[in-house]
């Protein structure tokens, strides 16, 4: 089923080449929006600067999400089918990526025709996490941005997608609205204007800092510039312990 829908996007694309803003070889990788959302000086230094440091959190995910799909797979389960691993691209996003799951749903009256099946189908994006849900937006981004990118393969519109955490063992529905739509768009506009010109952004301390793979890398507590002040002052208080 994939290679059928995947030519048909690709004839999609083909058509619509007038819209098409970036070219292939500028696209970005889709994950990169989880970075990107969390610290975009993390992006920087995985997507620009190739730097990566595994903690037990990353390794412990790229297992999980292997699991989630090992190369691409497809099963019918009654109304349901079931795509693993599927290649998704958007050039107006100018990304591609894999979406873990995507559900294709049989519903005769308002779902899409899908090439050498019966019936019409409505489609949902699902994104397996290992944890629980986050406080940022970075889970709910990613799963938008494959969805604008399956919108504009399959010309359908998406409602709605889900989130599967492994650590509460369940899937949490995402409503796919305007507002989200815009974050994914201008989220992607930014890391691209970023990528163009190769810029790393300076350190930002914040709290995700404690939990960042990078941490190490990106030195946060040494490049934390302190003003001619505090510097006064603390070489002040080091000589008066000397
Ligand atoms: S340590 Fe903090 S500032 Fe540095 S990349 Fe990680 S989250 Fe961003």
Redesign the pocket.
């Known amino acids: 089923m994939y290679s059928e829908k995947l030519a048909s996007a690709e004839n999609i694309a083909l058509c619509s080449l007038t819209q098409n803003r970036y070219r292939e070889e500028d696209y970005l990788m889709l994950s990169g929006i989880q970075h990107f959302t ?2 975009r ?2 992006w920087a ?1 995985i997507h620009i600067e190739q730097q990566w440091n595994e903690n037990l959190r990353t390794v412990e995910g790229a297992i999980f999400h292997k699991k989630a799909h090992d190369g691409y797979s497809a099963e019918k389960r009654k109304d349901v089918m079931i795509s693993r691993g599927m290649p998704v691209f958007s050039p107006s996003l100018g990304v591609n990526g894999i979406c873990d799951i995507v559900e294709f749903h049989r519903d005769d009256r308002r779902g899409i025709p899908l090439h050498g099946r019966e019936g019409r189908y409505l489609v949902y994006p699902v994104e397996y996490k290992k944890g629980q849900p986050k406080e940022d937006e970075a889970d709910i981004l990613q799963l938008v941005a494959q969805a604008m990118c399956l919108e504009e393969m399959l010309e359908c519109e998406i409602s709605k997608g889900y989130l599967y955490y492994g650590e509460i063992r369940r899937r949490i529905e995402i409503q796919l609205g305007k507002g989200l739509r815009q974050q994914v768009r201008e989220a992607f506009e930014e890391m691209h204007r970023y990528y163009e010109r190769r810029y790393t952004p300076k ?4 709290k ?2 404690n939990a ?1 793979s ?2 190490d890398l ?1 030195l ?1 507590r040494l490049m934390k510039n302190p003003s001619a002040k505090e510097y006064i002052s603390k070489r002040i208080e080091e000589e008066k312990e000397d």
């Open positions: 969390f610290c000086r993390q230094l350190v930002k301390r914040t995700a800092c960042c990078l941490k990106c946060p």
